[in-house]
């Protein structure tokens, strides 16, 4: 559970860093306040959520099962585990 949590926290954090990059490299004043203003933080935050609710769409589209298939979890036969598969 932690992986995607922290999948998705790197995706929000993208727009930032690519704007804390772009600072640096155009010498512009990485810790100028002026070069954070309330409203480019707003704009990355938009950003940023356009991006991680893209992601989740794409996850949940292209991830899992195919459609109307039944789950048979993992189970022990003759004293071996067989592995859940999906049919």
Excluded: C, D, K
Excluded at 21 to 31: K, S
Excluded at 34 to 43: H, K, Q
Excluded at 44 to 54: D, H, R, Y
Excluded at 65 to 76: C, G, K, V
């Amino acid at each position: 559970m932690i992986r995607p949590v922290l999948t998705e926290v790197g995706i929000f954090l993208v727009p930032f860093a690519a704007y804390a990059l772009f600072l640096v490299l155009t010498r512009a004043g990485f810790l100028n306040p002026a070069s954070w203003s309330s409203v480019i933080i707003l704009r990355l935050a938009l950003g940023a959520l356009v991006l991680v609710a893209a992601s989740v769409l794409l996850l949940v589209r292209f991830s899992g099962a195919p459609a109307h298939s039944t789950y048979e979890p993992a189970h022990f036969e003759n004293g071996r585990l067989v592995p859940g598969t999906e049919q």
